[in-house]
Antibody
Framework: QLQLQESGPGPVKPSETLSLMCSVSGGSVRSDNHYWAWIRQPPGKGLEWIGS???????YDSPFLKSRVTMSVDTTENHFSLRLRSVTAADTAVYYC????????????????WGQGTLVTVTS | DIQMTQSPSSLSASVGDRVTITCRASQTIIITKYVNWYQQRPGKAPKLLIY???NLQTGVPSRFSGTGSGTDFTLSISSLQPEDFATYYCQQSYSTPRTFGHGTKVEVK
């Protein structure tokens, strides 16, 4: 069964770059029917989609974060990554990686597998 | 952006109750299948319950169901079980950015 596991730095200082990786096991990121997503949840709040990426690098992302976000996929190592630049306290959240199942062409999609999440705290 | 407004934000119910949660989209989702529902237990990752508005994800009990069209969508639990006390989120995949409702917390009465 497909599993996802986030790994990250723990605390990050304001203005620095947050880097997270999501390792995929039990399946391959090289899939034509799936994208790979990042979603975050500030403490006590709801879910916010950050962006999604395909195995060949096609991305779509939130306009609210777009200028600060870089996503990438490593098909050799079977993981995907997120970099969020110039963080502030507002970026403190549990960050989840997820698999997106997509119905082509131009069909709906849904987040059907999730990692357990990793708390990233922005603090000086 | 499409805003997804859930109601109620919380509710109290007992085991065996029928529960209905509503999600209203800020613009018409022309093709119904672009709405999904998730369950999140405290300290856990969200779990997909319903995709395409009415399709039950594999392994999800049949007491969960989803309906809706246009701007109004509902998640129903036919007979609440102890493990169903959780927070539920709707989400749209009709347009970018993907957006979630703010959640409905189902609590013990």
């Amino acid at each position: 069964q497909l599993q996802l596991q986030e790994s990250g730095p723990g605390p990050v200082k304001p203005s620095e770059t947050l880097s997270l990786m999501c390792s995929v096991s039990g399946g391959s990121v090289r899939s034509d029917n799936h994208y790979w997503a990042w979603i975050r949840q500030p403490p006590g709040k709801g879910l916010e989609w950050i962006g999604s990426i395909s195995y060949n690098g096609n991305t779509y992302d939130s306009p609210f974060l777009k200028s600060r976000v870089t996503m990438s996929v490593d098909t050799t190592e079977n993981h995907f990554s997120l970099r969020l630049r110039s963080v502030t306290a507002a970026d403190t959240a549990v960050y989840y990686c997820a698999r997106v199942t997509v119905q082509y062409p131009a069909g709906p999609d849904w987040f059907d597998r999730w990692g357990q999440g990793t708390l990233v705290t922005v603090t000086s | 952006d499409i805003q997804m407004t859930q109601s109620p934000s919380s509710l109290s119910a007992s085991v065996g109750d029928r529960v209905t949660i509503t999600c209203r989209a800020s613009q018409t989702i022309i093709i119904t299948k672009y709405v999904n529902w998730y369950q999140q237990r405290p300290g856990k990752a969200p779990k997909l319950l319903i995709y395409g508005a009415s399709n039950l994800q594999t392994g999800v009990p049949s007491r969960f169901s989803g309906t809706g069209s246009g701007t109004d969508f509902t998640l129903s639990i036919s007979s609440l079980q102890p493990e169903d006390f959780a927070t539920y989120y709707c989400q749209q995949s009709y347009s970018t950015p993907r957006t979630f409702g703010h959640g409905t917390k189902v609590e013990v009465k």
